[in-house]
Every structure is written in C-alpha cells, then in structure tokens.
T-cell receptor
Framework: DAKTTQPPSMDCAEGRAANLPCNHS???????VYWYRQIHSQGPQYIIH???NNETNEMASLIITEDRKSSTLILPHATLRDTAVYYC??????????????FGKGTKLTVNP | DTAVSQTPKYLVTQMGNDKSIKCEQN?????MYWYKQDSKKFLKIMFS???????INETVPNRFSPKSPDKAHLNLHINSLELGDSAVYFC?????????????FGPGTRLTVL
C-alpha cells in the first residue's frame, strides 16, 4: 500500500474549520484514501473514504486533488471532542484480499477553546 | 449495545505468564482483526481472520496465537509473556469484500508485563 505523509500536529480554534492535509504521491489507480481518527485512549474510528471524487458525510468532507496525489480532510466546525490523532491511510479495496489498515504516525489535532 | 467489546480492559501480569484477551463483535461481521499499539503509539496489524480462517499473520512471534471459535469471537492467547509485549491491543471487525469499507474497533486492552 502507498505511503502517506501528514504533518505531525495542527491546532484549530473551536467552531472553526479544521483542514488536515495528506500527501500520497505514489497512490495507484485502484487505491482508496481512508481517514480514521483515534481519540485519546480509545480505539480508532472510521471517518470517511474516497477514490477520486470529493465525499461528504455527517462527520467530515474529503477533498481529493484531481491527480489524486493529495487530499484534505475537513471538519467544518471543530469541537473540543474532535481533538484526536487523525490517520490518512491509502489502501486497495478488492474482493478476497486482505483488508489490513497500515497506520502511519498521523496528525495530532488539538482543538482549542 | 457495544459493537466490538474486549475483556479485560486492563491486564497486569508477570513475565513468563500466559494470558488471554477476548474479543466479541455483535455486528454480524465475518472478518476480525487484532492490532497492537506500542508505547510510541504506532498501530500495527497482527492478525486477521475471515470466517474463522486466518488470512493475515504479520510475522508475529508464535507465542501469540489467535483463536476464533466462531465468526463473532477472536481471542488472543499470549504465552511466555515478555516485557516487550506491553502495549494496547485493539480488536476490530468488518465485512469482507468490495463495498464494505469500515473497520470497527474495540476499546482496547492495556497489557502491562512486569
């Protein structure tokens, strides 16, 4: 699976949008971009995923560049409970194959009051 | 209702002992996983089972033996515990195959080996 690069830490003011970048310049055509987060002392939590189109759900939006070499996770109105480590993961999605998640170091997002 | 549950939440034991961590999911998933998160917070896959069959084994020492009595359970047995086994162990589950994307994680078991 392709490697990803994320800033080690970011800060965001409560109520503002948090934009978390991720570089995945070696991504292949059949690889998806996934985002998970891990709130302190809890198990990782799925946020969103996408292939090439922008995606939005109740938690966040995912913007993938046209060349697919980078993406941005957007939390539109960050709250204190969004303070967590955010992981950008690139992996294939094919029937019958392994579905392991390869976690990098992630971005530690701190939402400040 | 808890989707993925693990017991115990905390486990403190001496070197050389044998211990087990249990995992259960009530989501009807057919694939279950064990991940290890070490003191540096790196989260790594250890095992994956699909329909009780081992499909991923990430070069984990054979002191670690997963056991899946049925699709809803994946237990982790660890023999001859070592100091380096101290970590947080997470169980997860998912559907297998195209179109099923999300892995659901349990709350973790913090293992401390003294």
């Amino acid at each position: 699976d392709a490697k990803t690069t994320q800033p080690p830490s970011m800060d965001c003011a409560e109520g503002r949008a948090a934009n978390l970048p991720c570089n995945h310049s070696t991504i292949s055509g059949n690889e998806y971009v996934y985002w998970y987060r891990q709130i302190h002392s809890q198990g990782p939590q799925y946020i969103i995923h996408g292939l090439k189109n922008n995606e939005t759900n109740e938690m966040a939006s995912l913007i993938i560049t046209e060349d697919r070499k980078s993406s941005t996770l957007i939390l539109p109105h960050a709250t204190l409970r969004d303070t967590a480590v955010y992981y950008c993961i690139v992996r294939r999605d094919f029937q019958g194959g392994s579905e392991k998640l390869v976690f990098g170091k992630g971005t530690k997002l701190t939402v400040n009051p | 209702d808890t989707a993925v549950s693990q017991t115990p939440k905390y486990l403190v034991t001496q070197m050389g002992n044998d211990k087990s961590i249990k995992c259960e999911q009530n989501l009807g998933h057919d694939t279950m996983y064990w991940y290890k998160q070490d003191s540096k917070k790196f989260l790594k896959i250890m095992f994956s089972y699909n329909n009780k069959e081992l499909i991923i084994n990430e070069t984990v020492p054979n002191r670690f033996s997963p056991k899946s009595p049925d699709k809803a359970h994946l237990n982790l047995h660890i023999n001859s515990l070592e100091l380096g086994d101290s970590a947080v162990y997470f169980c997860a589950s998912s559907h297998h195959g195209v179109g099923y994307n999300e892995q659901f994680f349990g709350p973790g078991t913090r293992l401390t080996v003294l």
